[in-house]
């Protein structure tokens, strides 16, 4: 990700939520907010040259073997376009064999999560503590876990 695509993205991130904002740590990893976990996932979607999109994630918690999308978010005008189902599949096709969860949970999203296979699994656990065995559906499958 280049620091022309951070700027682009912080303008999309920040537009949805006052503290979806990324940047680049001095080992140029890109980072969201004060999240300074081991273990960063972030791509940017495009069209024409233009960022329409990101999504930041992480190795949650790091070495228990899954993977927490905790940000997705598409320009308004590139919705239903398929910018968030690449963005996702980006993620499931650079880890295979580990287990996907998504902490950027909202109801109102649910339909488009389960038409990408996901499902709704533990409701009331604390992704930062859950253990891997606790994850529900098959390693390398898609879960949806019901945090906010």
């Known amino acids: 990700m280049t620091s022309a695509d951070l700027?682009?993205?912080n303008a999309i991130g920040q537009a949805h939520h006052p503290d979806w904002?990324?940047?680049s740590d001095d080992a140029d990893v890109i980072r969201?907010?004060?999240?300074?976990?081991?273990?960063?996932?972030?791509?940017?979607?495009?069209?024409?040259g233009r960022v329409t999109?990101?999504?930041?994630g992480a190795l949650r918690p790091a070495g228990n073997g899954y993977v927490a999308i905790d940000?997705?978010?598409?320009?308004?005008?590139?919705?239903?376009?398929?910018?968030?189902?690449a963005l996702v599949a980006q993620v499931l096709a650079e880890h295979p064999d580990t287990e996907v969860l998504v902490a950027a949970w909202d109801r109102q999203l649910e339909s488009f999560y389960?038409?990408?296979?996901?499902?709704?699994?533990?409701?009331?656990?604390?992704?930062?503590s859950r253990p891997?065995?606790?994850?529900?559906?098959?390693?390398?499958?898609?879960?949806?876990d019901g945090n906010t």
Request: charge should be positive.
């Open 7 to 9: 700027t682009a993205a």
């Open 21 to 23: 904002h990324l940047w």
């Open 32 to 48: 969201c907010a004060d999240d300074a976990r081991a273990g960063v996932i972030a791509y940017v979607s495009t069209a024409q």
């Open 53 to 56: 999109g990101w999504i930041f």
């Open 71 to 85: 940000r997705l978010v598409v320009t308004p005008e590139h919705r239903g376009c398929g910018h968030a189902r």
């Open 114 to 128: 389960t038409r990408l296979g996901f499902r709704v699994v533990d409701e009331g656990t604390n992704m930062s």
């Open 132 to 144: 891997p065995h606790a994850a529900a559906g098959r390693p390398g499958g898609p879960s949806l």
